[in-house]
């Protein structure tokens, strides 16, 4: 070799915007790219910007492999750099080429550190270097890969351990769990956090068991949405429950909730339970008046299949279907991050409710 490293410049066209905008995927085929050319991982970092793109680092023991991507534009910027001859930065070429779909591909390779042109220095490193060759040992490789839930104005991140627990797009959206460092595992619809195991009991226990303890008395309930399972957990926990009946709309959440959420979907096989995979908005519409003692609004945020849920006609359904002397709670967005949403669904439901009966009521979600 007649450089101290190789440089290749990379540039990937006409690649899957799904996958450019893929924070575990990215990480999980620039790890492989280093594995294979042959290097020593020692960490990866990476992080997704809003609204679109990646940006990481692998750094391995022979200098590192480095991305950035556009998904608006199909292109990804990819940096591979190696010291030494053991490894072939080109293999990592190959292997990432396929693994964005890119179309096209465009590289420029250069030497670093040509040999001829340096000239080495004298260094007397004695007893440091002895003590050093005593002490090394093989490097722990680790990993930072992060979670983003976003809006066009912030952005909260979680670190999690890297690998998609599950992935599932269905015909109504992108099913997600991760295993997070501080919350446990974590579900994502469309890239916005659900649910988390270490602090979904303050939400679940929240929207059941405020209009319960009101209305001690209610029989038969409907739960609209609340595919993760943990509100029917908690409806089934009061013995004077007979009949639940849980309509959700993307069998995907349910499912990924019982392989993964344990702690949150142990209700699912409730002999009390009625499961109904099915849009909840036209059950409601369709169901006869009177029909329930009470109505939980399990819903995501306002957007995609969920967005119906926001409506004036959806809760005008809603109070026809209540019992005289029902209840009905909904998850009604936050004052501090949606404050918009959660104002309109104030206003709409005191329109419809008598406006003495509606009530707000806060819990603290991190």
């Known amino acids: 070799m007649k450089s101290l490293g190789r440089h290749i410049l990379v540039e990937f066209h006409g690649c899957s915007s799904e996958i450019l905008n893929d924070v ?11 594995k ?8 990866s970092v990476f992080h997704h910007f809003s609204p ?4 990481g680092v692998v750094v391995i023991q022979e200098s590192h492999l480095a991305i950035h991507t556009w998904p608006e534009y199909r292109y990804a910027a990819v940096d591979l750099f190696t010291c030494g001859d053991s490894v072939n930065p080109w293999t990592s070429y190959k292997l990432l080429k396929q693994a964005f779909q890119a179309e096209h591909g465009s590289a420029v390779e250069i030497n670093r550190g040509q040999l001829d042109l340096l000239e080495k220095a ?8 002895d003590d050093a060759a005593q002490q090394l040992v093989v490097p722990k490789y680790s990993r930072s890969v992060w979670f983003t839930d976003r809006n066009e104005n912030m952005a909260l991140s979680i670190r999690h351990k890297g690998d998609c627990l599950f992935r599932e797009k269905s015909p109504y959206q992108t099913v997600e769990v991760f295993d997070t460092f501080e919350y446990g595992k974590l579900l994502a619809v469309d890239k916005m956090v659900m649910c988390s ?9 929240m929207i059941v068991h405020v209009p319960m303890v009101m209305q001690p008395e209610v029989k038969d309930i409907l739960v609209i949405g609340g595919g993760d399972g943990g509100s029917i957990r908690e409806i089934l926990r009061h013995d004077q429950v007979q009949n639940v009946t849980m309509v959700e709309i993307d069998e995907a959440v349910v499912r ?28 409601v519409k369709q169901s006869p008046d009177n029909s329930f003692d009470m109505i939980v609004v399990d819903s995501s945020d306002p957007v995609g299949p969920a967005e119906g849920l926001f409506s004036k006609e959806f809760y005008q359904d809603v109070y026809r279907c209540l019992r005289p002397g029902g209840v009905m709670t909904a998850q009604s967005e936050s004052p501090h991050f949606n404050q918009k949403a959660f104002v309109e669904l104030n206003h709409c439901l005191k329109n419809i409710f008598n406006p003495d009966s509606v009530f707000c009521y806060l819990a603290c979600i991190p």
Do not use: C
């Open 256 to 283: 990924a909730s019982k392989e993964f959420l344990p702690s949150l979907s142990s209700a699912f096989d409730h002999l009390k339970l009625k499961l109904i995979i099915d849009d909840g908005i036209q059950y």
């Open 52 to 55: 679109f793109g990646v940006s």
């Open 36 to 43: 294979e050319s042959g290097a020593t991982i020692i960490s």
């Open 122 to 129: 004298s260094m007397e490193l004695g007893e440091l270097r």
């Open 24 to 34: 575990p995927r990215i990480e999980s085929s620039m790890v492989g790219a280093a």
């Open 197 to 205: 195991e270490k602090d979904e009991k303050a939400y679940h226990e």
